[in-house]
């Protein structure tokens, strides 16, 4: 499964870069938003997918009984997606604000600008 995962994280990087090499900021935004979703499958893929557990100990005990899922990688997953979010609302009202003064989505005509 593992293979699987890595097939397909590289896809979505192939997939991310090429779409921020476009001229287009909404390309590239887009390209941006799938390059975190490849590195938040990155990072849960390499916790290790297993079928366990919630990472709960019974009361009384002191370590898990049997195979647990690793909660590190899960957190971390959770904070980058809250956080790529916010990235992409910034982005999409910027993108919005720089189509309304400037009047155009290329990279190449922004740089061009007076304003």
Do not use: W
């Not at 557990?53 to 997606?81: H, K, N, R, S």
Request: aromatic residues 8%; hydrophobic residues 55%; glycine residues 8%.
């Amino acid at each position: 499964m593992e293979n699987l995962f890595a097939f397909v994280v590289g896809g979505l990087y192939a997939t991310a870069l090429f779409m921020m090499l476009r001229r287009s900021v909404v390309k590239l935004v887009i390209g941006l938003i799938i390059l975190s979703n490849a590195a938040n499958l990155l990072i849960f893929t390499s916790g290790g997918l297993v079928r366990g557990a919630p990472p709960l100990i019974p009361e009384g005990l002191y370590q898990p009984v049997g195979a647990i899922a690793d909660p590190l990688p899960q957190a971390l997953i959770l904070t980058a997606i809250v956080i790529s979010f916010g990235v992409l609302a910034f982005a999409v009202v910027l993108i919005h604000r720089a189509y309304e003064v400037i009047g155009a989505d290329d990279v190449n005509e922004m740089k061009s600008t007076d304003s």
